[in-house]
DNA sequence: AATGAATGAGTATTCATTCAT
DNA sequence: GATGAATGAATACTCATTCAT
């Protein structure tokens, strides 16, 4: 069975993701946890530092995907399984990308904590060195490889950000369609 | 003079543009428009609506960047003017962009507006046809004028939402060269 | 009848003085004054605003009680009016006695209302006055006014003090009997 | 090495002293201690029961500092040295002071334990017991015992509830210049 | 068209204390 | 002799909203 100290991330993560920052507080946490809300302070001390560590955990849940990309064997393989790592992530643990990628709070504020500055930094430049590796093999053009890992999480961010704000339709299959013609398209620009 | 209803409209937008969606409050808005919470009552039936009308403003004030892009003589020069437009808004408008795309809040729900329904389709449409019109010229090779849009919308989204989240840094003129050679990069990928 | 504020006043003047400053909670304030918690900030910004207007209104009756020693005919007799107004003020008035000058946190914080302090500050120069004529008469042998009156003040304190915290005991009468007493003694040692 | 209890005892003392009645918890305590909250409950019943021995240890504190005034060799002087006695303590172990006798929490509440009563009134007594010499003697003229020595409890507690609650201001050898010359106009009434 | 008064639900957090281990 | 886990009640304060005027 879980530990008192799960159940709270999980609820705390449901709420998050189902009612945005906004609506999360400790009360419906505890609530949705089983316990009193004084009880969560046994396990964390303050909302801030439960709110971290829910984004932590989702950072290595995204790592989880991410980094088995490595075994592509091609530059172009690799990139290609982060992708592919991305829209799984983006749909299996929806609610995390989401609350990872699409909630609009400066991850860098004073009090966010270091180890959450770290894993979300790795994870952006595992993605740097995937396109480098493109641009190094000649795969790509010769380009910047940050700007262009920018530009492959901005069309991920901004593709699964429509997506989520219902603002078009279509079920996951049509949406895997849709997400690797982009790929593709984006792709067509960056070839060598 | 304006009209109680304005300033409290208003008041309610430089807040959002504050403070963001979680600092409104009517509170706030009622005491920056110099009348009571109570008085907002009279000309919004609750918060939610005040809410949605401040969108609506913001997609209005998302046209009048977005529209004069008709100007450009060709179709591939429209293109270039609307993203240009798009960096203009998400920069000197910046808190309304946010509002606008980058708050992840369903904007299709049951209960919102359909007003605000047509604002946000109609600039979403214009895009599709500044797309459609590339193609058809024959500057474009074929392809789904919608999934270029989406595209395109998804550039931009996750562009300033990066920005916006402070995943990286730079100021406004470093931004634009960057945002100027990713629109560059995935031009590349859609030319005939 | 009374209105709401006034009602707050009185309940949380209640509250102050059966359960110290450590007691007073605006949940039982209000609850006392009949209404809710919430309702009293409308009419007082923070238990801190609250706390001070209960001290200011306390001066003010203490003043009351003081003031009118000015119709003495001589110093002596203005002073030991007043003298006997300290004692009326703290057996007919206790609790805000207790809560003016027995309660041990410091008047001077920065925090502290300006009002506040002024009435604080002018009952204490009331006092100094009445020892000034004493000596200026020729009454009272030479010496320091305000040391002179300090030294009343803190014998006042120290008796009622006593007496609050029931070191010892005796009804009203005998407390009279026991403060004139004591106050011919220090008398004794005063005079010229 | 310190036990538990005296552990226990000695933060709860400094917190006391640090913060004020108001500000110190069974948490805090245990915090300073470090141990865990309940392990205090192995030591002490209750919060009420701790706070009574800091107060019984208080005032044998206190008498660590009266009760040597007995060395000197007349009446008077010993009446002296206790009010010297006083000063020091009032200064030195300014907290304390305020703690035993500026707080004013009836010291004969039901649930006051027997101990700290009897503490209480020995260092009461022993003051009695200085006038009452004084007078025997000759040196004081004849009076009430217990009510001069109430007097002089009086001003010291008037004086230094001034003092603590900074109504006048002045380093401490102003003072100590004060309390002497107050000291004198008091006696200046008392000797024969 | 607007106000003053009030409400009930909710906010994060702290408190003394209990219980099983 | 001490801990980890939890509780229930309390803390000050904010919120959107309603109602009578």
Redesign the pocket.
Known sequence: ML??KDKILMAACDIYLDQGTK??????VASKAG?????I???FD???TLHQQVLIDGFRAFGSYLYPALKGETPLERLHLAAEAFFRFATEQARYYELLFLTMEATDEINVDKILKREARSSYEFMIERVRECIDSGAFSDDDPEEIAMLLLSVCNGFFGLYVSKKFEGDSADMKKKYDRAYQRILKGLLA
Chains 1, 2, 3, 4 share one sequence.
Do not use: L
């Open positions: 530990d008192t609506g999360m507080s400790m009360r419906k316990i009193t809300p004084t009880a302070y046994r396990h303050s909302k801030e």
